[in-house]
């Protein structure tokens, strides 16, 4: 059974960077969603873990940064200037074909506070 | 504002069939094919339908999709207890370059 580990919760202020690393398999592309509590799910972008090349919501274009590292079969989503409405857990999903997320990671609790 | 929109709520009694809509456009479901996901508390989404209307393994075949042209539709047959959750759809957008959700609908067994 294929599983997506996240890294753990953060609590960060204002301002701030957060980076939320998921452990993968495999060398399907990788999809970062999240939802805010109480509401539905937000897409921020997709990353190819072989080439490394990215797509973003562009929403998020300017604040997030997406990487992979092929020797851990890592990939990490970094995104900068927290507010207090980037409040949320964050998923890594994995692309079974067509942006279909067959797989999701535990999700990581995001909260920005001062 | 979501991109798909979906009923907020719906609702059935057990064993009942309810439908989920999801209205979309061209540049996403009228050309893109839809998915569909369960949302429960305290959970990871899980993906229910892909490409319009295809079931991973695992998911019952009360569950099934159909699209047409820029709408889509989720339902559900012989509703059960556990089938109470928030269900979304999703497409890919070829105007925003980018995955977009409908809104949420909330699926009550009463």
């Known amino acids: 059974q294929v599983q997506l580990v996240q890294s753990g919760a953060e609590v960060m202020r204002p301002g701030a960077s957060v980076k939320v690393s998921c452990k993968t398999s495999?060398?399907?592309?990788m999809h970062w969603v999240r939802q805010a509590p109480g509401q539905g799910l937000e897409w921020i972008g997709i990353?190819?873990?072989?080439?490394?090349?990215?797509t973003y919501a562009q929403k998020f274009q300017g604040r997030v940064t997406m990487t992979r590292d092929t020797s851990t079969s890592t990939i990490y989503m970094e995104l900068s200037s927290l507010r207090s409405e980037d409040t949320a857990v964050y998923y890594c999903?994995?692309?079974?074909?067509?942006?279909?997320?067959?797989?999701w990671g535990q999700g990581t609790m995001v909260t920005v506070s001062s | 504002q979501s991109v798909l929109t979906q009923p907020p709520s719906a609702s059935g009694t057990p064993g009942q069939r309810v439908t989920i809509s999801c209205s979309g456009s061209s540049s996403n479901v009228g050309s893109n094919t839809v998915h569909w996901y369960q949302d429960l508390p305290g959970t990871a989404p899980k993906l229910l339908i892909y490409t319009n209307n295809q079931r991973p393994s695992g998911v019952p075949d009360r569950f099934s999709g159909s699209k047409s042209g820029t709408s889509a539709s989720l339902a559900i047959s012989g509703l059960q207890s556990e089938d109470e959750a928030d269900y979304y759809c999703a497409a890919w957008d070829d105007s925003l370059n980018a995955v977009v959700f409908g809104g949420g609908t909330k699926v009550t067994v009463l």
């Open positions: 999903a994995r692309d079974l074909e067509r942006h279909a997320f067959d797989i």
């Open positions: 495999g060398s399907y592309y």
């Open positions: 990353i190819n873990p072989s080439g490394g090349g990215t």
